[in-house]
């Protein structure tokens, strides 16, 4: 089967909450990316549909990253069709950019977590690879193997973000030209001229339009949530979690992300929260080398 769907409980009296239908697997004419779509919002008077897409090949055994994007996705997804809002315009993730892949990334984090992964995976052995079966099961550390080189994939989403802000905020620039110069700052690296086009293949640098940052925007404050609602070992949808994927656009975000974590929510918080997983990750990396 090439797709199936799964009917989403809200947990209040096993009242009926939506439907996500899954299409995981490539084939011809398909689009090659994962993405998740919104048929029906979700409404205090309407069911919310979405679809899931993946392009996995079929039959192929999942590794760490195919897990790391299929989370993103099923985050995107949930935020859907837990969505109840009274008009559909505003319904889940209808939401500022800034704050539209929290929940994605929330998910996402859970490959940082194997205790978690290992239960949310009951039938790992159908479908993902022996490799990453062994990780998750050796690895004690929680995800030693897989955070080492976090730091640089935070260094390269910056990159993306300040490209993407750079590209949006000025006319008549050299899109290949900036594309090098932001690497310069913000990589420090001088990439070899006339070679490198990657620009023109990243699709976010146009239907995000300036908005790319809420990747690291949204990993700032998933870090925050996390400590202060206890999800490193075990993922739960608290209370205020279940309120702030119900409300989608219809509040102000800034105003629930601060009850959500505890605190006004500043740059210096932000910076910090993002800083000290990396110097975890660091740690153990080199604590696993002696």
């Not at 949530?225 to 205020?240: A, M, N, Q």
């Amino acid at each position: 089967c090439n797709s199936c769907q799964i009917c989403i409980s809200s947990g209040i009296n096993a009242e009926y909450g939506g439907i996500i239908y899954f299409d995981l697997y490539s084939r011809t004419g398909k689009k090659a990316r994962a993405c998740m779509h919104t048929i029906q919002c979700g409404t205090f008077t309407q069911t919310p549909i979405v679809v899931l897409l993946c392009n996995q090949p079929a039959n192929a055994e999942l590794g760490l990253q195919d897990i790391k994007q299929l989370l993103h996705e099923y985050g995107h997804a949930l935020h859907a069709v837990l969505g109840r809002t009274r008009y559909q315009h505003v319904s889940g993730t209808r939401c500022p950019t800034d704050f539209a892949e929290i929940p994605s990334t929330l998910l996402e984090s859970l490959v940082s977590s194997h205790s978690i992964l290992l239960d949310l995976m009951s039938v790992k052995e159908d479908f993902i690879s022996e490799d990453t079966v062994a990780i998750l099961e050796s690895d004690s550390n929680d995800s030693v193997s897989s955070n080492c080189y976090e730091a640089i994939a935070t260094q390269l989403q910056l990159y993306y973000a300040l490209l993407d802000i750079s590209l949006h905020s000025e006319h008549n620039v050299d899109p290949q030209a900036m594309a090098y110069d932001v690497a310069e700052q913000c990589l420090g690296v001088e990439l070899a001229s006339g070679i490198h086009a990657w620009h023109q293949r990243f699709s976010h640098l146009y239907f995000y339009g300036g908005n790319y940052y809420s990747y690291l925007w949204s990993k700032a404050i998933v870090n925050l949530v996390i400590e202060k609602h206890s999800l490193r070992k075990r993922l739960k949808f608290t209370p205020d979690i279940r309120l702030f994927l119900e409300q989608g656009g219809s509040i102000d975000f800034a105003e629930q992300v601060e009850h959500l974590i505890g605190e006004p929510l500043n740059l210096d918080i932000m910076v910090d929260a993002l800083i000290q997983p990396l110097a975890h990750a660091n740690a153990s990396c080199i604590d696993s080398k002696l």
